[in-house]
């Protein structure tokens, strides 16, 4: 069972010297960056069902995601309980 925290707990942890400089950094790096965003369709893993696209934006690197998407016309409802 796990113990309860006492109300005057202290953490130990301190932020590096550096922290906020760093992080002011890479937040500067990134807005410099334009996202470029796009979504292709991908015919492959497209059905009746499903559309799949290839969603891609840039930031300090390619960032490449696939998302699904259910075609509700096709999908089959759970019944409602009353």
Do not use: H, N
């Amino acid at each position: 069972m796990p113990q309860a925290v006492p109300v005057d707990y202290q953490s130990t942890v301190k932020k590096p010297d550096d922290f906020d400089a760093f992080w002011d950094g890479v937040q500067q790096q990134a807005t410099a960056i334009p996202l470029e965003p796009e979504m292709i369709p991908d015919p492959v893993r497209t059905s009746a069902e499903v559309d799949a696209l290839l969603s891609k934006l840039y930031s300090m690197s390619l960032l490449q995601i696939w998302r699904l998407r259910i075609s509700l016309s096709t999908m089959r409802m759970p019944p409602c309980l009353q």
